[in-house]
Each structure stands twice: as structure tokens, then as C-alpha cells.
């Protein structure tokens, strides 16, 4: 699942508020959520007691009632305007600009001062899709050299026809998958199936240990289905609350027509205590900024809403994967899919695909990080949870195709088919290739929580003739940071890991690329991953020589250190130093990190690597 947006405040003890979440479950609220209007004017509060082991599972079936004002929205005021991110934040200088970007701008400057010649590089955005032809992006587009566009042949042998942009691998002859199930649901369809009937007496052996997994998979599955399905009901008997008190305020008033503010103040004081409640719950909601003949649509959206988070992505029978025509389960078969790179839905990829390597000083929209980079196109996460067959075999397409960077802003927390990833992993290591994921956005600490996929080997691997290697030296873990340079440093939505999260960089407010040739501001370590993406980018193309493993060094003991108190990540007001959230305690620094690749020395040997060959011609045909 995109990790895209989520905010979190506490309010009260045992209460959580949320005032937003976007993620592919939500694709449709995006625009919604890019809005500085909507910060002021949405919250919610969820017993702690509802937010279970799956916490993004349960943020996401909430998050629709960000639209609505319920209930416990009368106990506490909106919350004020927060500052505007200035635009393009994200490639500015602390010391120059007094933000804390990730100084690209400067780097990129410093670099072609030096009359270093760049060598092109490719970055595989594994996403939801990207719109290709949007203007500030079509000029950094990859085009495999090897393709000829439309003649329904594998010009290149690869074994993927007319992929000249990249590859889908969750499109096939019958269009694009875009809604999805969630991987709890398609786990708990899989055990159910062997164990719904089995005597844990006489289970021995991995058929016992696999029969435990069932019993808390079907546990956490079934109490996410009753959350959805009691949340539904709450959200609909607001509404009836919300339609009951507008009749009675009419009826008290004789009004036909849509009510005023003058009107609710009149009713408000009302000796009938029934048409003064209801009156202020009316008040209550439309200062919210929820306009009266808004309240139909906005029902209506949120019961679709539910109902598809009840009936398709907790649904262990929903099959998506017939549009695809392979066998999900054969992780044999890598050559399936179409070259439909958009999909249904490319909001998401198309943003990230920006802040990479958006057009610099072309006049239009936002600059990228780094524009030297070409844009490799590979969809694979759909509106859901994405398969780990696709997401490996996507690693592996991005390898083979000469990618040098891999971002994947995405993540979930079950991954039943993890051997098969961490071989593309490995894969992907040993080609001499840097992995950008995203940290997370369930305000979590990445230490003790399951976060899938990880640079964490299930089996180690053999690294010389008497050392293993349980973790992959081509991996970055972001976290996402905030403008601000107060103790709301730290994005209050970010997971962080003093061991797992590798560095923070600009997740808050980011304004990058969506499609229909148009511009919004997203938030999420998604946002943050791509920054660093680009950078590491920046690094690879002027100093081609440096390995996977060097980058990454070089980004993080770059980092600047923060020596500072921050609000902890998913709480009100507890601090923290900003150190102790990652594992370089610090934040990118483009500029640092290519001085210090200036004075890094590269391997004797060359890393085996595709992308060193890779010619990458100039803009799309």
C-alpha cells in the first residue's frame, strides 16, 4: 500500500485524533487532502481501543470519515492553520534559505561548476504509474533503446513487448487491475482454507507453527472487519443525525431553503431545548466547513467508501488477479503484464516521479531534485496491497533494464512470499543497484514492528568463504521530516527506528506532479523516499564509479545531525531527540554528501552492474 499521508494528534487520554490519511484505499480523496483548507477543517477521535495490531488496516478504513464531522467533534476546537511550505522546500538549503531542504539545489550547482561529466542514470519508480506525456516530466522520461513503440515485438529479448517506458505488472490483455485486496485478507483466505477445520492436537512441525499464524492472522482479520463494518454504521447514524437536526431547525423556523448562520444563532436560543441541541450540533458541523448541500455526496461517498473497504479489500475472495491472466502463486512465471504505464490511477507514482526528476528551470510547475535522471516506469501497486511476486519481479525488471536507483514508496505488514523478495533483493545487491524505501506512515517505531519489505534477509546470505549477511548493503529506510525547524521537526506521521530507519528527509507539504498535467502538495515518507531517490540519483551520475553500498554510506554520514528535542512521532506533546529516530540521527544533506563523494574512493573492481552499460537517450520519441 502507497504510503502516502496520515496525521495524528491525541487530544484527550484514550482518544486518537486523525485529521487525514491518503493512501491508494483513498486515491479518490487526494485532491481533497492537497488542500490547505482541509487541515482546518476535518478531524476525528478513535478509541485507542479500535486501533489494533494493523494499524494502517484501521487508519484506512477510517479515513473516510475525515470528511464528515462526528460525533466528538464538539469536544474539541479545529485545529488552527498550519504554516505554508514554501514551494519547492524540498531542494532548498538550511544555511541559504533557512529551511531545512536537502540542499540539491546547491549540490547539483557545486557539481557542474566542477565541469564533471554526468553520466545518464536511470531511476525505476516501482508505484501505481506515471503519467509520462505530463509537461514538467516528459522530457525525463526513460525510453528503453532497445524497443521500437507499437510493433507487438520483444525487439529487445527481454522478454517484455514494446516495454519502451517500462513495464505494468498488474495490467494484462483484460486492462489494469486497480482495486485490490489487503494482504490480511488474502492470508487469512489462504489459511482459512487449510486449518478452518483442523485439530491443533494433532498439527506437528511447521503445520503447528503455521496453524499459530492462522489463529492471529484470523484474529486480527476478523476484528478489522467488525471495526469497518461498526465505523460504517457510526458514520451512517451521524448522518441520519445531522438530516434529523436539520429538519427540526427548519421546522422550528419555517425555512424551506438552505440555512444561514443567522438562522442557527436564532435557533440556538430557542427555549426547546431539542431545537437549540440541534441547532449547535448543526453549528458544530458547518464550522467544520461543510456546507449543508455538500452532506448528500459526502454520504454517499463515504458509504461506497466502507463498502469497499468491506467488500473488496477485506474480502478474501475478491479476485483481481483474473484482469492480470497469471497465476499469482507461480513465482516461476516474471513475464506477465502490459505496457500500460499510467494505469487507472497514477496520482501517486506521478508525484513521485517529480520530486525526482521533475524539469529544472523550465518555467513550469516545481523542479526535481535531480532532471539528469531518467524516469523508469514500473507499476506494480495497485489500490490495495500489492502482491510480493509483482514487487520482486518489478526489482528485477528495474535491474535487468539498466535502473541504477529503485524507489518504492509503498509497504504493508504481511508478506507471506518474503524469500521471493529478498532474492530480488539480494539480486538487485548484487548488481550493484540502491533500494529507496519508504519508512511508513503509522507513526510507528520501525524497531519493533513488522514492515514489509525490509533490507532484512530471511535466510542469510554467504558473503565470502566464512561470513553471512543478513542485511542488504544496497537499502535506505526514510522518514519523513517536517518545514519546520521547531520541535515539530520531525513529520508527526512518520515511523522512525533508531536501527531500521536509515535518515529523514522533506515529507510535509511537498508540491510535486499529478496527472492531468496539474500540481498538489502530498505528504508521507512516500514524499520524503523520493528526495533521497534523487539525490542518491545526483551521486550515481557524477560519480559513477562509487557502489550501492558507498552511496549509501556517503547519504548518511552526510546526514546533518540534529541536536535537538522533537515531538515524538504519533504523540501530542512527549519529546524526543531527534537523534534517537534514525539510525544516522540526522537529515540529508545533497551538498555534504557529494563532497564527501568527491573524496571517496571507489572500489578496485567495478561492481557487476547493467546500468553502467546503459545509454539513456535524451527525451521520449
Known amino acids: 500500500m502507497h504510503y502516502n499521508t496520515q496525521r495524528m494528534e491525541t487530544y484527550n487520554p484514550g482518544l486518537i485524533c486523525l485529521s487525514y490519511f491518503c493512501s491508494p484505499a483513498n486515491r479518490t480523496l487526494q485532491q481533497v487532502f492537497s488542500q490547505e483548507s482541509f487541515f482546518k477543517t476535518n478531524i476525528m477521535f478513535i478509541p485507542l481501543s479500535t486501533i489494533m495490531r494493523n494499524k494502517q488496516l484501521i487508519i484506512g478504513a477510517l479515513s473516510l470519515f475525515t470528511l464528515l464531522a462526528v460525533p466528538a467533534i464538539a469536544q474539541a476546537q479545529a485545529p488552527a492553520t498550519p504554516p505554508k511550505a514554501p514551494k519547492n522546500w524540498f531542494t532548498k538549503d538550511p544555511l541559504q534559505d533557512s529551511i531545512p531542504g536537502a540542499a540539491s539545489d546547491k549540490a547539483l550547482k557545486m557539481l557542474q561548476a566542477k565541469g564533471l561529466q554526468a553520466k545518464p542514470v536511470i531511476v525505476a519508480v516501482l508505484d501505481s504509474g506515471v503519467e509520462i506525456d505530463h509537461d514538467d516530466l516528459k522530457e525525463v522520461i526513460w525510453t528503453n533503446p532497445g524497443e521500437i513503440a ?46 478452518k477445520d483442523a485439530d491443533p492436537h494433532k498439527l506437528k512441525g511447521a503445520a503447528k507453527k503455521d496453524y499459530q499464524h492462522y489463529l492471529s492472522v484470523k484474529t486480527e482479520f476478523e476484528q478489522s472487519v ?83 473497504m468491506i467488500n473488496i479489500q477485506l474480502n478474501p475472495d475478491y479476485d483481481a488477479r483474473k484482469i492480470v491472466g497469471d497465476n499469482p502463486e507461480d513465482l516461476s512465471n516474471r513475464f506477465y503484464g502490459n505496457n500500460d504505464y499510467e494505469g487507472p490511477d497514477a ?75 529478498d532474492e530480488a533483493v539480494r539480486y538487485a545487491e548484487e548488481h550493484d543497484v540502491l533500494l529507496v524505501h519508504a519508512a511508513g506512515n503509522n507513526a510507528e517505531n520501525n524497531d519493533s514492528v513488522l514492515h514489509f519489505p525490509t533490507d532484512q534477509y530471511s535466510k542469510a546470505y554467504r558473503d565470502g568463504l566464512f561470513k553471512k549477511q543478513n542485511t542488504a548493503s544496497n537499502w535506505l529506510d526514510v522518514g519523513a521530516l517536517n518545514f519546520l525547524t521547531d520541535e515539530r521537526r520531525a513529520a508527526r506521521f512518520s515511523n522512525y527506528g533508531k536501527q531500521e530507519v536509515d535518515l529523514f528527509a522533506p515529507g510535509v507539504q511537498v508540491t510535486s506532479t499529478i496527472p492531468d498535467n496539474k500540481y498538489a502538495a502530498f505528504n508521507g515518507t512516500s514524499m520524503a523516499t523520493p528526495v533521497v531517490a534523487g539525490a542518491a540519483a545526483m551521486l550515481r551520475s557524477y560519480y559513477p564509479e562509487l557502489s550501492a553500498a558507498q552511496i549509501k554510506n556517503i547519504l548518511m554520514n552526510s546526514a546533518a545531525k540534529v541536536d535537538q528535542m522533537v515531538i515524538k512521532p504519533g504523540t501530542k506533546d512527549q519529546k524526543i531527540p531527534f537523534s534517537q529516530l534514525s539510525v544516522s540521527g ?25 546500468w553502467r552499460k546503459t545509454a539513456t537517450p535524451n527525451a521520449i520519441p
Not at 505488472?169 to 489462504?190: C, M, Q, S, T, W
Not at 540526522?586 to 547493467?610: F, Q, V, Y
Open 150 to 195: 507499437g510493433d507487438g515485438i520483444d525487439n529487445d529479448k527481454n522478454g517484455y513487448i514494446d516495454d519502451v517506458h517500462g513495464w505494468n505488472f498488474i495490467g494484462g490483455p483484460k486492462g489494469n487491475v486497480d482495486h485490490e485486496n489487503l494482504e490480511l485478507a488474502r492470508e487469512y483466505g489462504r489459511l482459512h482454507k487449510l486449518y
Open 226 to 308: 467488525k471495526s469497518a463494518k461498526d465505523q460504517k454504521a457510526a458514520s451512517s447514524a451521524y448522518f441520519n443525525d445531522i438530516e434529523k437536526a436539520l429538519g427540526t431547525v427548519k421546522t422550528a423556523l419555517s425555512i424551506k431553503d438552505t440555512l444561514s448562520p443567522a438562522n442557527l444563532e436564532t435557533a440556538v436560543k430557542f427555549q426547546d431545548t431539542i431545537v437549540a441541541q440541534a441547532a449547535t450540533l448543526l453549528q458544530k458541523v458547518f464550522k467544520q466547513g461543510i456546507k449543508e448541500q455538500q452532506l448528500p455526496k459526502r454520504r454517499e461517498a463515504a458509504m461506497a467508501r466502507f463498502d469497499e
Open 347 to 421: 496520482g501517486h507514482g506521478t508525484h513521485v516521479a517529480g520530486i525526482i526528476a521533475a524539469k529544472r528551470n523550465n518555467g513550469v510547475g516545481i523542479d526535481g531534485v535531480y532532471d539528469g535522471a531518467k524516469i523508469m516506469v514500473v507499476r506494480c501497486v495497485p489500490n490495495g496491497d500489492e502482491r510480493d511476486k509483482d514487487v520482486a519481479n518489478a526489482i528485477r525488471y528495474a535491474v535487468d533494464n539498466g535502473a541504477s536507483v529503485i524507489n518504492m514508496s509503498f509497504g504493508k505488514s504481511l508478506s507471506p512470499q518474503k524469500t521471493y523478495v
Open 586 to 610: 540526522g537529515i540529508i544533506d545533497t551538498h555534504k554528501a557529494a563532497e564527501l563523494a568527491a573524496k571517496t574512493k571507489a572500489p578496485r573492481k567495478a561492481p557487476k552492474s547493467n
